[in-house]
């Protein structure tokens, strides 16, 4: 029988830890994201569809919710 010295789980864990998730702060409806971005709600829609605009929807009747943060990034072009 051969023996294969094993990596320590614990000391690989604590050198890579998990990234950190941070919710986000202010969430706007679809009306108040176009009316900050100054588009239509069809356009926020069409954004958030088919552009990459991150969104979320909420538990209960799937309301669509906008991080204004990504909503600002998305707007000057960054990437998100």
Do not use: C, H
């Amino acid at each position: 029988m051969i023996k294969v010295p094993r990596k320590k789980t614990s000391t690989t864990f604590l050198q890579n830890p998990a990234p950190v998730v941070t919710m986000p702060v202010e969430l706007l409806t679809v009306r108040q994201a176009a009316t900050f971005a100054q588009a239509s709600q069809p356009t926020i829609r069409r954004w958030i569809r088919a552009e990459g605009l991150p969104a979320y929807r909420s538990k209960g009747k799937g309301r669509v919710r906008i991080d204004k943060a990504d909503l600002v990034k998305f707007l000057r072009g960054d990437v998100i």
